[in-house]
């Protein structure tokens, strides 16, 4: 089994920063992609952004793409991502997830392609 725990979220106004933390204990996350997820109420789990396995490659949702960047210490287990330029429309719940295949990233997009996910954190952007 795997735990995922998320970390860094709070209250920031628009045009702050905000880091986020996942930290991975139970097993080694170091072979899997893994990804960051938001989600508002009475909305549907949204992509943010993921990074391989070996961090050689990182996709982003272009509604983020220029302001947030995905980065991972495989030697802590360890994934963060950095917000930056924050709007009030990334506001959400923000979670972490690990993908199910090992050194795969294919469908990277879809939230069911991922079988291991934290608890979540709150972001919130006022403006």
């Known amino acids: 089994q795997v735990q995922l725990v998320e970390s860094g979220g709070g209250l920031v106004q628009a045009g702050g920063s905000l880091r986020l933390s996942c930290a991975a204990s139970g097993r080694t996350v170091s072979d899997y992609t893994m990804g960051w997820f938001r989600q508002v109420p009475g909305k549907e789990r949204e992509f943010v952004a993921t990074i391989t396995w070996n961090g050689g490659r990182s996709y982003y949702a272009d509604s983020v793409k220029g302001r947030f960047t995905i980065s991972r210490d495989n030697a802590k287990d360890t994934m963060f991502l950095q917000m930056n330029s924050l709007k009030p429309d990334d506001t959400a719940v923000y979670y972490c997830?690990?993908?199910?295949?090992?050194?795969?990233?294919?469908?990277?997009?879809?939230?069911?392609?991922?079988?291991?996910w934290g608890q979540g954190t709150q972001v919130t952007v006022s403006s």
């Open positions: 997830a690990r993908f199910s295949d090992r050194y795969s990233s294919s469908n990277y997009l879809e939230p069911n392609k991922y079988n291991y």
